[in-house]
């Protein structure tokens, strides 16, 4: 079954810390991956996809396509990085399929 | 900007309401998409639509249908509400049918229905 795992529900680090947030994948071929955010009483957002090799607000995020993972990291976190955080990989067609999410809290 | 509107944040219904939840993109997207978010569960896929007239079943259909008359806008409808569909619904649109295509999210209507 097509599945996407978000291990940890929350994880709360202080401010200056990195910060690992993971996902693991299980498809079929290969999935374009995405991660999204949601900061309190904001909508839901792209953060950043596989496919940009991009980084954005230092944040990166590496595919190891061997161990069908695509953790989401940050050398240094900061208060403002706090939200809800989802990996989500594209199945086809558009098709996203969400994790589970984790929360990250940075605390001063 | 991507603006994609939903009708109302908050909803309150009674178990076996007709719901109607409305969602609008102004950047003449071809996809839309309706989630529910739960905690503990993240986004579930209801169904999506590609074009004007068409609809797809996503993962957790069951309860649910939709409509798109217009390539704009795209409701959901629950035809006689439950107690287990209360939760937060969350519209989203994206330009392409590519798999790298952003979607943009709208601010989502948390139901409740007693």
């Known amino acids: 079954a097509q599945r996407v795992t978000q291990p940890e529900k929350l994880l709360s680090v202080f401010k200056g810390a990195p910060v690992e947030l993971k996902c693991n994948y299980s498809?079929?071929?290969?999935?374009?991956l995405f991660w999204y955010v949601q900061y309190s009483r904001q909508r839901l957002q792209l953060l950043l996809r596989?496919?940009s090799r991009e980084s954005i607000k230092g944040f990166t995020a590496d595919l190891n396509k061997g161990e069908t993972s695509f953790h989401l990291k940050k050398p240094f976190a900061q208060e403002e990085d706090s939200a809800m955080y989802y990996c989500?990989?594209?199945?086809?067609?558009?098709?996203?399929?969400f994790g589970t999410g984790t929360r990250l809290l940075v605390s001063p | 900007d991507v603006k994609v509107t939903q009708s109302s944040r908050y909803l309150v219904k009674r178990t076996g309401e007709k719901v109607f939840l409305e969602c609008v993109q102004d950047?003449?997207?071809?996809?839309m998409f309706w989630y529910r978010q739960d905690p503990g569960l993240g986004l579930r896929l209801i169904y999506f639509?590609?074009?004007?007239?068409?609809?797809e079943k996503g993962d957790i259909p069951e309860g649910y249908s939709v409509s798109r008359e217009k390539k704009e806008r795209f409701s959901l409808i629950l035809e006689s509400a439950s107690t287990n569909q209360t939760s937060m619904y969350l519209c989203?649109?994206?330009?392409?049918?590519?798999?790298?295509?952003?979607?943009?999210f709208g601010p989502g209507t948390r139901l409740t229905v007693l």
């Open positions: 639509s590609y074009d004007v007239k068409m609809k």
């Open positions: 989203a649109s994206s330009l392409f049918r590519t798999s790298a295509d952003t979607q943009y």
């Open positions: 596989h496919i």
């Open positions: 989500a990989p594209n199945t086809g067609f558009q098709k996203l399929v």
């Open positions: 950047m003449d997207h071809e996809n």
């Open positions: 498809y079929s071929g290969s999935p374009e």
